[in-house]
């Protein structure tokens, strides 16, 4: 294998109100920030849940950040609350299996502050850079267990509806 | 509910030494709501054990699923086509729940992942306390629905003891007197006279284990008397 400058991969969830927006205005802006930052769109940094960070960290993520509206001012009220539980709670989480927590951050970015989103987005490829590739890169493709497709329940508890028509259980799918 | 508490990560990776296939099993009834055992705690279990095997260089297959109760046998069933693949059932349900799993597919190692703290209620988002020892006579009648047995440290049936202070309890200041809120709860219901019933000892026999309990209707003999 050849021996390759480490580039690391950022990747960054960005609530679509004002993180995202602001990312954009960077872009308008022409304001130069890493190009290792893969932007992820989301409705609502509440909507990121650890295990949505894990798994990036799993997949060989070498730094995370999820970044919401400014404090007080999130458009689901208190979505990036929400989102910045979220980040602390995964950072418990790897620190404890024994990954860097400083992979992971939170960033409240207003709408306005592009400039303030290439910041973020730079520190966090810093980072990267600093504590070297993510361990996990190497196995990123190893298979190690999913989810068990959950058996139907042979009871639903409540009778079924199809287009507005109620399907008691014992008629079942054609 | 019950309420639980998952164990650290080095104790479950302790019992594991030497499993390579494993199941996570949660339960979606009461651990699920304490957020220590349900769907979600099991996908950050089970995915923190495979990347903590990877990061080990184990190769491991960590496999989950949740179950709406493990303390029942009729839910367990569902796992009978699976658990052959497995060198143990790492359970995410109470004591109750992961010693039925263990019953009912003896001979399988099942562990416990969770250490299953006291039966209470939800206080605010993420926060729970004891309110109910389950000690098998409820008095809760005479106290303003609050449980003194349980909320008092010393589970003074008669209180408050001399040590209370401004409403505060002596063992911990951080508490509030159990006896200051019977107080006051008996006086918002106009039922402040009933502070004065002396409470018998409770009959301890009552709690002598392993409880055991039969609905009257589903009587041994179902004879009518
Ligand atoms: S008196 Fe307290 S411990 Fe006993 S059953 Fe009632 S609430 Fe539970
Ligand atoms: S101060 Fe109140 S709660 Fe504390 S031990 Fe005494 S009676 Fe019990």
Redesign the pocket.
Known sequence: MSERKFEPKVLALCCTYCAYTAADLAGSLRLEYSPNVRVVKLMCSGKVDPILLLRAFERGADAVFVAGCAQGECHFLEGNVRGKRAVQHAKRLIAELGLEPERLEFFHIPASDGPLFARCADQMTARARELGPNPLRSSAQQDAGSALEQPRDAHPALPQCRAGVLIRAAEGDE | MIVAQRKSLERIEQMLEGCEQILVVGCGTCVAVCMAGGEKEVQLLAEQLRMRGKLGGLRRTIDEITLTRQCDHEYLDQLAPHVHNYDALLSMACGAGVQLLAEHFEGRLVLPALDTRF?GASDAEGQWSQ??????????DLTGGI????LCPKGQLNGPCGGADHGRCEVDPENECAWALIYRRLELLGRLDQIRTIQPPKDHSATTRPGRQRHPAFDADGSED
């Open positions: 039966i309110r109910c020892s389950a000690c098998c006579e409820c008095i809760l449980c003194p047995h349980t």
